[in-house]
């Protein structure tokens, strides 16, 4: 299995970005995939989840600015996000898993090596 993510980089409050994760094989039926973060001295907060249907989750400090989409084409997964947020410094990871549509870092089995975002002014 082999997660790979891409798109971090700085950005000022406000702004927007937009991670890549390419899941080779994950974006079909079966499996869930999300994107889950870690902010300095912070525990892991799952942030967006999406299943093979389309169905989505978000965390409540995401909802509505953050907008996670799947191409089962190129087996990629993706994270929109806008407004972010100086709290929104982490380092953001795709993970997959087969247990059910979740935040939950905990229930996730597969992860990527991550990508840092830095929101700053």
């Known amino acids: 299995v082999q997660l790979v993510e891409s798109g971090g980089g700085s950005v000022q409050p406000g702004g927007s970005l937009k991670l890549s994760c390419a899941a080779p094989?994950?974006?079909?039926?079966?499996?869930?995939l999300g994107w889950v973060r870690r902010g300095p001295g912070l525990e892991r907060e799952g942030v967006a989840a999406?299943?093979?249907?389309?169905?989505?989750t978000y965390a409540n400090s995401v909802r509505g600015r953050f907008f996670i989409s799947k191409d089962g084409d190129k087996d990629i997964l993706y994270l929109r996000m806008n407004s972010l947020k100086p709290e929104g410094t982490a380092w953001y990871y795709c993970?997959?898993?087969?247990?059910?549509?979740?935040?939950?870092?905990?229930?996730?089995?597969?992860w990527g090596q991550g990508t840092e975002v830095t929101v700053s002014s």
């Open positions: 993970a997959t898993t087969d247990l059910g549509l979740a935040l939950g870092p905990s229930g996730y089995k597969y």
């Open positions: 999406i299943a093979s249907d389309g169905s989505t």
């Open positions: 094989g994950y974006t079909y039926s079966g499996y869930f």
